[in-house]
């Protein structure tokens, strides 16, 4: 008996857990990103087929080859070319988000100190004052 119960609230504590997981803010935002990021892969890898094939054209048709997809090393060449796009489109957000937060930073003032804090250190020394002084 001690152990179905203990087993519930096992269970209901992994429930309680899991929903607290799915309801903060990052797991929502990974699955934005994770979506957002499949579809930008797919624009990317659009283009640079379109780009590759365009620029490869006469090459390929000397080849006897129709399509970049066609050549044996086209869509590895593909696939790198994707991911170095992908790549450095994400180093530039990065890098930009990075750089907006030290702006950011930099023209955050400087806090203000807690007037009760300040009014406490005033009277410290004030009371050591008094006590060289002995009065």
Do not use: C, Y
Not at 10 to 22: C, E, H, K, P, V
Not at 30 to 44: H, R
């Amino acid at each position: 008996m001690a152990r179905l119960r203990a087993g519930k609230e096992n269970a209901g504590s992994f429930i309680r857990d899991f929903r607290n997981f799915l309801q903060q803010g990052n797991v929502v935002d990974l699955a934005v990103a994770v979506v957002i990021g499949g579809a930008f892969g797919k624009v990317v890898d659009a283009l640079v087929s379109f780009v590759m094939g365009q620029l490869l054209t006469p090459t390929l048709k000397s080849l006897g080859i129709d399509q970049i997809n066609q050549w044996p090393a086209g869509n590895f060449l593909v696939a790198l070319i994707n991911f170095v796009v992908i790549s450095f489109v994400v180093f530039s957000i990065i890098r930009t988000m990075q750089s907006m937060k030290r702006q950011e930073a930099a023209a955050k003032p400087e806090a203000t100190p807690d007037p009760q804090m300040l009014l406490a250190e005033a009277a410290q020394r004030l009371a050591k004052a008094l006590e060289s002084r002995q009065i």
